[in-house]
């Protein structure tokens, strides 16, 4: 879970711990008390201060590519972008979205390869029955 994108931070344990404890300070149905003590329990959750425009190094960041290539991204259109002066900027939403695409293209190339391949295997195998077949037969 990361809260808002910026420059990710770690949470440290200790921080965990102090967020732990204030946690019995909530109501049990507070959605403050839900959000802080997921971010306590997951071990990948980070804070991040809001900010308005992603940029090119931010982006990278968050898609884990380098920023020549982020930008690329923003210039070609493949992430909705905008230029501040001479600065390519983005928005947080646009940069989660190209990444969900990214992860559901990757999904459906997966499962299009394992169709293909079962294709493949049901074919070898009736090209195997009908040549034992044809052998039998011209066995007799």
């Not at 809001?50 to 968050?62: M, S």
């Not at 983005?90 to 695409?101: F, G, I, P, S």
């Given at each position: 879970m990361t809260l808002c994108i910026a420059e990710p931070e770690t949470i440290s344990e200790k921080d965990k711990t102090i967020v732990f404890n204030m946690l019995e300070q909530f109501d049990n149905d507070s959605a403050v008390k839900n959000v802080l003590a997921e971010l306590v329990s997951d071990p990948?959750?980070?804070?991040?201060?809001?900010?308005?425009?992603?940029?090119?190094?931010?982006?990278?960041?968050?898609?884990?590519?380098?920023?020549?290539?982020?930008?690329?991204?923003?210039?070609?259109?493949?992430?909705?972008?905008?230029?501040?002066?001479?600065?390519?900027?983005?928005?947080?939403?646009?940069?989660?979205?190209?990444?969900?695409?990214?992860?559901?293209?990757?999904?459906?190339?997966?499962?299009?390869q394992y169709s293909r391949d079962q294709d493949i295997k049901e074919a070898l195998n009736s090209t195997k029955i009908q040549a034992e077949a044809e052998r039998l037969y011209s066995e007799t």
């Open positions: 990948n959750a980070s804070i991040a201060t809001i900010q308005k425009d992603i940029t090119p190094n931010q982006a990278a960041k968050i898609l884990n590519v380098s920023r020549p290539h982020a930008t690329l991204l923003m210039k070609s259109g493949a992430i909705p972008s905008y230029k501040v002066g001479t600065n390519w900027r983005t928005t947080l939403k646009a940069v989660e979205d190209y990444a969900q695409e990214r992860e559901q293209t990757k999904l459906d190339y997966v499962a299009a």
